[in-house]
């Protein structure tokens, strides 16, 4: 377990040997790379419940650990892109979240939208047939401003083929519209 883990694992050996079951996390490298680990150490009891030892159980994390990091990835590409993300329930009705740039652009906090709920525009009928559109717009800001957007909906399905919510990217294209008017 080389020396730079002994320590962990000598203080989690003498915890589990005053009698309190021990689960930690560590890092073990070898000449294949980096691997994540988790160890679990429970006390052993005889008969008259005296601990006469410790039994442990160790597994790779190291996949887990990589998901974890790969979900950090995502929910930060979410949080700070400069484009509205919604994620809508499948039957349409419902925005079970957004990004702030979502929110911003239409003039509510995240708070605010998922828990008033606005009424957006559905989706086109053909758009469940397709699974994927693309197309502009209007949308409407909270203050009743009217704005143009390029929307870009993904319907994401399950391993049997139902929709299972929708995927909703929005760009504000007023900066481009001012721009394309100027030249």
């Known amino acids: ?7 962990l694992h000598e203080a989690a050996n003498l ?11 560590w890092t073990l ?8 680990m988790q160890t679990t150490l429970s006390p052993l009891h005889g008969p008259y419940g005296e601990i006469t030892g410790i039994v442990g159980v160790g597994r790779d994390i190291s996949q887990r650990v990589q998901v974890g990091r790969e979900l950090q990835r995502w929910a930060r590409i979410f949080e700070h892109a400069g484009w ?11 925005i079970e979240t957004v990004n702030p740039a979502f929110a911003e652009m239409h003039g509510w906090t995240v708070e605010e939208l998922l828990s008033a709920q606005p009424d957006f525009p559905r989706m086109n009928p053909l758009f469940d047939e397709r699974g994927h559109q ?15 957007a390029l929307i870009d909906a993904t319907a994401v ?16 294209l007023t900066e481009r519209r001012r721009a394309e008017e100027q030249v």
């Open 1 to 7: 377990v080389g020396e730079e883990n002994a320590a």
């Open 15 to 25: 915890r589990a040997l005053s009698g309190e079951t021990v689960t930690y996390e």
């Open 29 to 36: 490298r070898g000449r294949n790379g980096v691997r994540h």
């Open 84 to 94: 509205g993300v919604a994620i809508v329930s499948a039957d349409g009705g419902t």
């Open 134 to 148: 693309i197309w502009e717009t209007e949308r409407l800001r909270r203050n009743g401003a009217v704005f143009p």
């Open 157 to 172: 399905k399950d391993d049997d083929g139902q929709i299972i919510y929708y995927a909703v990217n929005v760009q504000d």
